[in-house]
């Protein structure tokens, strides 16, 4: 099966500065690659996702790039904000299934 | 409205009792999930089902079984709860016809005594 791994767990920026979030996946059949991010007593809430045929896809301060070859995708925030502290979670997916990394808690330092 | 829906949003009983979650979607998607998170908020895939077809994750203890009465609802049924079921479990649902994100209840925080 799928296996996804996420770094780094732990994340500290200052309010302004850009968060780097990285997940490899080993299934090249995977073709769906979604973000979430989870505040405290919330379920994950999707906040921006690509698909195989595309290599990069940004909304706002949010960015996501997929290297297919490497098997590596990223999210990228920029101009953190207080309000960005939360878990980020990856995913792969692969007929429908979703595997998701270990989870990723930033902390944005105002 | 939300979009999907848990209840309870706290759970708490004993050793050895038998208990039901239930999840709600009005999205009208078709495949809904079970999802397990721990205290290192691992999330584990539990089940999937549609109309159609049931995938159980194999590291499920069979004491877990869920039970959708129509498309919009799946419900999570444990029996003999161990210490070990402390979790929060998340329901979530998406269309299957096509890779399409899942939408997410806000959870059930399950305590074993």
């Known amino acids: 099966g799928e296996n996804v791994e996420q770094h780094p767990s732990t994340l500290s920026v200052q309010e302004g500065d850009s968060a780097v979030i990285k997940c490899t996946y080993s299934?090249?059949?995977?073709?769906?690659f979604p973000w979430y991010k989870q505040e405290l007593g919330k379920g994950p809430q999707l906040i921006i996702d690509?698909?195989?045929?595309?290599g990069e896809k940004k909304d706002q301060r949010i960015a996501v790039t997929l290297n297919k070859t490497a098997k590596h995708f990223s999210l990228h925030i920029t101009e953190t904000q207080p309000e960005d502290s939360a878990v980020y979670f990856c995913?792969?997916?692969?007929?429908?299934?979703?595997?998701f990394g270990t989870g990723t808690s930033l902390t944005v330092i105002p | 409205d939300t979009a999907v829906s848990q209840t309870p949003k706290y759970l708490v009983t004993q050793m050895g009792n038998d208990k039901s979650i239930k999840c709600e979607q009005n999205?009208?998607?078709?495949?809904m999930y079970w999802y397990k998170q721990d205290s290192k908020k691992f999330l584990k895939i539990m089940f999937s089902?549609?109309?159609?077809?049931?995938?159980i994750n194999e590291t499920v203890p069979n004491r877990f079984s869920p039970k959708s009465p129509d498309k919009a609802h799946l419900n999570l049924h444990i029996n003999s709860l161990e210490l070990g079921d402390s979790a929060v479990y998340f329901c979530?649902?998406?269309?299957?016809?096509?890779?399409?994100?899942?939408?997410f209840g806000d959870g059930t925080r399950l305590s074993i005594l």
């Open positions: 979530a649902s998406s269309q299957a016809y096509r890779e399409q994100p899942q939408h």
């Open positions: 299934d090249s059949a995977s073709n769906y």
């Open positions: 690509i698909r195989s045929n595309v």
């Open positions: 995913a792969a997916s692969t007929r429908n299934q979703f595997y």
């Open positions: 999205l009208g998607h078709d495949t």
């Open positions: 089902y549609n109309n159609k077809e049931l995938i």
